[in-house]
């Protein structure tokens, strides 16, 4: 074959098809650029295997056929190279030689380097003689003495490829490969999004669709192959976008699914990855189901399809975007969640005070199969049975709502918008939002638990979740591991006795419920200030309708009955209402059923964080003491608040106080005469504050029968270690570390392993070891607190730190077993006494710590008192002018003027 040199080319070699055969591509010129095919002259490559087609039989590789392929693809693939053309007669190809520089007298020879690597064979026929022949020759020769390539003693069959056209089991095999990169070239483009490879180094022959996006493909004629004639736009494009990036290039391809055979993954090069470059050029769309295969790097691909919609870039030039758009404040903005509507749907507070409610995007709560009408579209849904509750009786729906509720109620979350669903067919707008807490998305822990499923949009529909492909991703797996709805076994069922409104059903339950002391429960909704409705948790689950006992509290506006106009509300009826709601709405509570009335309601106590509801009421001026709380162990914490309240003239008082002071003084103005009703008591402690505690003589025979009993019940049945977790406020069985007994105590403090408890029998606190605390069976839980908080009346401590702590200690030491109590008056909770003992002449012991210096008098204005701070002031004179303890020094009082404050 002629090597006669016609005029020198230039092009980009596109493609390397063999050893000795390549397509160069050259300039464009107003449209897609030309393409030649170029065998090299004088030489023959070894044959590369191929596939079997139709009825014909596939090949193998002739040795050192591949390693010829490849030492022409990585020299020439995507350079500029210059080139010779001539066309033999009689035949159809192109031959010529190629050279890499910048002209042809100092580039390099790409057909010598290939007969000087071994790696080719010269032809000896048909050739025209001349001295570039001649320089083949001796290259080949040379190359035969040094053994290279093809010209090797042996090993010849070991490079030979064993390739493997098509793989058996392609779901197996992506799993096998554990969403690792593994190295490939590229083979061919089909069309922007699926390309045909390598991979290395076994060879595995595979078709693959790129994960997450789609490009215009082209439309086939009846043999299969694209059709010239029906042109797709930018489907031309595409491909060679792709091909001039990637086409026979070294790249990493992470499999990760599996679609009709093809493999579905992602192509990793160094400059980046070819999907977003796609996408932002805009040649791609998105596409949500191989993107929720994809591991890692959705996020870039609907930001690049954005950043191309907004553009309006190539295929996206006449986009318009559907649905409201959302900007600045709305947009994100933090708050609290009130309320779980259901799966899906929130009430948040704003900073501001506003409540909205907002919807999980693109999230669907679990159903109610049955009435599913996507298999019989043009029927009606079956009829739901009487008494049907959604929360309770679908499927999955409970366990979605608590998932919520537990995680969100009364917490700050942030909150992105991500469309706003526009209200048709009768449903309101909807405001749906990504929710996240702690940097968590809620909505994908809903779907990875199988509490919700991921909606299914139009292609080009916008209206969607921004993070859509992540809440795929997380169906998925919840698919994979049958979480939740996807679960075909173990079905939650939960029977719910609903006890609102039928009285028959109260009584049953009430016996159980008294019996059970405090018992956890839910409060579903809150009808008004002291009427809720509440799930209750443990033994027979239940909905039972609960009044607050103790307090009276004024009633919000409520719907006629009958179908009549609203019923207007109380003042501070709605206050109240809210109040309530933003206190326990939803929340984890604890209550004591005490009574039932006619209607069937529960009546009771409630604490809700250790608070006991009916207080917080009362102390926030939205209720008042209502004359059953008398005899109820929370009478007096009710009657401090309530007093609190008055004085503050908060709500209901705010019109009470002013008329009601000035009778109040006249009603102790009358009051002229001590009125002593003595009480044994035992004192058991004494405070830093000048308070005790003290136990009634009478009760003693009770509470040694109720000790004796707690610790015969742990003897016989000593609690296991880490089997309890104590609760703030709790009433629990702690053992005291002085004696090593059992008591009743409350949880004050829990830090860590530590808990700080009160011996609510004896009034004393100490700090323990969890290990130390044990539950306390409910029959040990009926007997109110032992111990009753006093302080001394009339007197006050001194000043110095070192005569408090004489006088604290001054008192323990006169307390004896057989004293006298009598309540003089009370200050908030506290009742404030006078102590006598008994053994020694019925002595007031204040008056006498006030004789020894030891405490001070306080001026007491009550008629009723004067006779006894006569007593008192003479009692602390003696003091002064004997100059014992705090007096020792004069009078520590008689710089104390009026002006001061002191004695108003």
């Known amino acids: 074959m002629s090597t006669r040199q016609t005029k020198v080319n230039q092009g980009i070699v596109k493609q390397v098809l063999s050893g000795d055969s390549v397509i160069i591509r050259g300039q464009p010129k107003g449209g897609p650029p030309p393409e030649k095919t170029l065998s090299l002259s004088n030489i023959i490559a070894p044959k590369l295997g191929r596939r079997a087609v139709n009825n014909a039989e596939g090949t193998k590789d002739e040795p050192y056929a591949w390693e010829a392929r490849e030492y022409l693809r990585k020299k020439l693939v995507g ?71 093809k010209w090797a003693v042996r090993g010849s069959q070991e490079h030979v490829r064993d390739i493997i056209w098509s793989i058996d089991n392609p779901r197996n095999f992506v799993d096998k490969c554990g969403g690792k990169p593994i190295k490939a070239v590229i083979e061919s483009v089909r069309d922007g999004s699926t390309v045909r490879a390598f991979l290395l180094p076994d060879f595995y022959y595979i078709t693959l669709m790129i994960s997450g996006i789609r490009c215009p493909g082209f439309k086939l004629d009846n043999d299969g192959k694209p059709d010239p004639s029906a042109k797709v736009p930018y489907a031309e494009e595409a491909k060679f976008f792709v091909e001039s990036r990637l086409l026979q290039r070294d790249v990493e391809i992470i499999l990760e699914s599996v679609s009709n055979n093809n493999f579905v993954g992602s192509i990793l090069h160094p400059r980046g990855n070819i999907a977003e470059a796609l996408l932002k050029e805009g040649f791609a769309q998105c596409v949500d189901w191989s993107m929720a295969f994809m591991k890692s790097g959705s996020d870039k691909l609907r930001a690049a399809e954005k950043l191309a919609k907004e553009g309006k870039i190539r295929k996206w030039k006449d986009y318009q975007a ?58 009606p849904p079956p009829p739901r049975s009487k008494g049907f509750r959604p929360l309770y009786d679908i499927p999955w729906m409970f366990e979605a709502r608590e998932f919520l509720r537990k995680k969100l109620i009364g917490k700050k979350v942030n909150v992105v918008v991500d469309y706003i669903q526009t209200a ?33 949009y139009r292609q080009d529909d916008d209206q969607r979740s921004s993070h859509y492909d992540e809440l795929l991703a997380a169906e998925m797996k919840a698919t994979k591991s049958g979480a939740g709805v996807h679960a075909r076994k173990d079905i939650p069922n939960h029977r719910v006795l609903d006890v609102t409104g039928d009285l028959t059903k109260a009584k049953q ?5 008294q019996r059970a002391a405090r018992t956890e429960a839910v409060v579903e909704f809150v009808a008004s200030g002291s009427r809720l409705r509440l ?56 209550v004591q059923v005490k009574s039932m009335d006619k209607a069937g309601n529960f009546i009771g ?53 002013e008329e009601n002071e000035e009778e109040k003084k006249i009603e102790e103005d009358h009051v002229t005469e001590r009125k002593i009703e003595y009480q044994k008591v035992y004192v058991t402690e004494v405070t830093p504050e000048l308070h005790f505690y003290a136990q009634l003589v009478e009760h003693g025979p009770k509470l040694e029968q109720l000790v004796a009993k707690i610790r015969q019940e742990f003897t016989a ?64 839980a009926t007997d109110k607190p032992y111990a009753h908080e006093f302080a001394l009346a009339c007197v006050q401590l001194p000043n110095d730190e070192d005569y408090k702590e004489e006088a604290i200690q001054a008192l323990k030491s006169a307390l004896n077993p057989s004293l006298n109590l009598n309540v003089e008056y009370r200050q908030g909770n506290v009742s404030y ?18 004789h020894e210096g030891l405490l001070m008098c306080e001026n007491r204005k009550e008629k009723r008192l004067q006779k006894l701070m006569v007593e008192y002031r003479a009692a602390q004179e003696a003091a002064k002018r004997r100059h014992v303890n705090m007096w020792m020094y004069g009078d520590i009082t008689e710089d104390d003027a009026e002006e001061f404050g002191l004695g108003r």
């Open 509 to 513: 339950n009430l016996p159980s419920l």
């Open 535 to 590: 799930y209750i948790v443990k033994g027979n689950s239940c909905l039972v309708t609960f009044l607050l006992a103790g307090i009276s509290c004024p009633r919000g506006s409520r719907p006629g009955i009958g179908g009549a106009g609203p019923v207007d509300g109380e003042p501070f009826g709605e206050e109240a209402l809210q109040f309530t709601k933003d206190k326990c709405l939803q929340r984890d509570v604890e």
């Open 424 to 456: 048709k067919d009768n449903f309101p707008e909807k405001v749906c939002c990504t929710v996240t807490i702690g940097g968590v998305n809620v909505a994908e822990a809903m779907v990875s638990k199988g509490f919700a499923t991921v909606l299914r």
């Open 833 to 850: 006494a006078t102590l006598v003992d008994i053994t020694n002449n019925d002595e007031d012991i204040a008056k006498k710590l006030i």
């Open 717 to 780: 049945n000593p609690p296991l270690a880490g089997a309890y977790t104590p609760k703030r406020s709790e009433i629990c069985a702690t053992k005291f570390s002085f004696d090593g007994q059992w008591y009743r105590a409350r949880v004050e403090k829990i830090s860590g392993s530590k808990v700080s408890v009160f011996y609510i029998d004896y009034g004393n606190r100490e700090t323990v070891d969890v290990s130390q605390c044990a539950a306390l069976p409910s029959s040990f």
């Open 79 to 149: 350079e500029e190279v210059l080139f010779t053309l001539e066309k033999p007669p009689n035949t159809s190809r192109e031959y010529g030689c190629i050279y890499l520089g910048k002209d042809i007298a100092t580039g390099e020879n790409v057909t010598e380097s290939l007969v000087s690597e071994g790696l080719v064979s010269v032809r000896h026929q048909g050739v025209r003689q001349g001295p570039e022949q001649q320089r083949l020759i001796e290259l080949e020769e040379a190359a035969k003495a040094a053994g290279k390539g």
């Open 322 to 379: 559907t649905g409201p758009q959302i900007s600045g404040m709305e947009k994100e903005y933090t708050a609290t969640v009130t309320e779980v509507v259901n799966g899906d749907a929130l009430m948040v507070k704003t900073a501001d005070g506003t409540v909205k409610k907002i919807f999980l995007a693109s999230i669907r709560p679990p159903r109610e199969q049955s009435r599913t009408t996507e298999e019989k579209p043009n029927e």
């Open 605 to 657: 106590w409630l604490w809700v964080d250790g608070h006991n509801l009916s207080v917080a009421l009362v102390e926030a001026g939205l209720a008042s003491v209502h004359f059953t709380a008398e005899h109820s162990e929370h009478y007096r914490a009710l009657k401090a608040a309530e007093d609190t309240a008055k004085a503050a003239r908060l709500k209901v008082w705010k019109d009470y106080v």
